[in-house]
């Protein structure tokens, strides 16, 4: 079975719910149901890792530590790309390299996705021109001044409008699962949650 290569950009001040979120659910996810099934990847759809601009650990909000599988310049190809928010999202926004490696990345990628305020990220790497969005209830302002003519969703919890998005922080769990399910079927997103404990 072809793996899914999901990565999840992380960087300094990123919100430790917006990727460990995706991360849990992509990692839990097993094509066939029930407990047996999660004590091996055999039947994993997604290979889930953490990309960074270097290899340097990195410090999360508040403080968690947290080190990259992989770097800008050694990652494996990404077929889901997932780009989470945070108080450091505002340093990247006028970051040439990082705004690059999202636009390329994303240009490679099947899917492209964010959480919370990295929609600001994919809005001033020009991925949102023309789209439906969403993003944190406070990013909103900042989303429109990058993505002007993107439609903006504010009471949406995700938006699915060829690239994904989600609203803050624990939105991106029910993000996830909406994509799990899209590429692997209700079933599996069903016992995915289940799995986790997660009302869907």
């Not at 039947?43 to 909000?61: D, E, N, R, Y």
Request: a negative charge.
């Amino acid at each position: 079975m072809d793996k899914i290569n999901a990565g999840i950009f992380i960087f300094d001040g990123v919100e430790v719910l917006d990727f460990a979120g995706p991360f849990e659910v992509f990692s839990r996810t097993r094509l066939v149901p029930g407990l047996e099934s999660r004590r091996s990847e055999e039947s994993a759809p997604f290979h889930v890792f953490t990309v960074a601009k270097t290899h340097g650990p990195l410090v999360a909000i508040g403080g968690l530590t947290v080190t990259p599988r992989f770097s800008f310049e050694d990652t494996p190809p990404i077929h889901l790309l997932v780009v989470p928010g945070g108080f450091g999202v505002r340093g990247l926004l006028e970051d040439p390299a990082t705004l690059e490696w999202i636009r390329r990345t994303a240009s490679a990628a099947r899917r492209t996705s964010s959480v919370c305020s990295g929609a600001l990220l994919l809005a001033r790497a020009g991925l949102l021109s023309g789209r439906r969005a969403t993003t944190h209830w406070s990013s909103f302002d900042r989303l429109a001044e990058l993505a002007p003519d993107a439609k903006l969703e504010r009471d949406s919890r995700f938006v699915d409008d060829g690239v994904w998005t989600s609203a803050g922080v624990a939105a991106g769990i029910d993000l996830a699962f909406h994509i799990v399910e899209t590429l692997c079927g209700r079933d599996v997103a069903d016992d995915t949650a289940r799995y986790i404990e997660y009302p869907r």
